[in-house]
């Protein structure tokens, strides 16, 4: 794991204890994920789908925002719910900038609710240049794109 995600899978570890699994009919976003779009694309698209809040739940340190979707279990990516999104890119004010250096590449993705194992699998089948990190063990997983 890159030094530069550590806090970002730290902050998700976090927010593992807010999220409640839901299970409901899920707007997929996989085509996102050929890491070909920016932060700014990702996020404003589903802000303006008024599929997730447009203000950040949280900002890290190292300025990644992360967003709430609007209705639990309605997102999803490669099958698996969406609990958390996130984003960021230096100097553009859709994203807030935190108290510490901000990361040096845009970066955007979502956290689902599934083993890393079954989303790297998904993944690799849609042919994803995303990178998956664990965030909880066996329960959630980070899929982003940049970083």
């Known amino acids: 794991m890159s030094k530069c995600r550590t806090p970002v899978v730290t902050f998700f570890a976090g927010l593992a204890a807010l999220v409640v699994p839901a299970i409901a009919h899920a707007?997929?976003?996989d085509e996102q994920f050929d890491c070909t779009s920016n932060?700014?694309?990702?996020?404003?698209?589903?802000?303006?789908?008024?599929?997730?809040?447009?203000?950040?739940?949280?900002?890290?340190?190292?300025?990644?925002?992360?967003?709430?979707?609007?209705?639990?279990?309605?997102?999803?990516?490669?099958?698996f719910p969406i609990y958390v999104v996130l984003g960021y890119e230096r100097g553009d004010t859709l994203?807030?900038?935190?108290?510490?250096?901000?990361?040096?590449?845009p970066l955007y993705g979502?956290?689902?609710?599934?083993?890393?194992?079954?989303?790297?699998?998904?993944?690799?089948q849609a042919n994803s240049t995303a990178t998956v990190e664990t965030v909880v063990p066996l329960l959630l997983t980070a899929i982003v794109c940049g970083g």
């Open 27 to 29: 707007d997929s976003h």
């Open 95 to 105: 994203f807030h900038r935190g108290t510490g250096k901000e990361i040096d590449s």
């Open 110 to 124: 979502v956290v689902v609710s599934a083993p890393e194992d079954s989303v790297r699998l998904r993944l690799r």
């Open 39 to 79: 932060p700014h694309v990702f996020i404003s698209s589903l802000i303006d789908e008024k599929s997730i809040d447009p203000k950040p739940s949280r900002v890290e340190t190292n300025s990644v925002n992360a967003f709430r979707p609007m209705q639990r279990g309605r997102l999803s990516a490669f099958g």
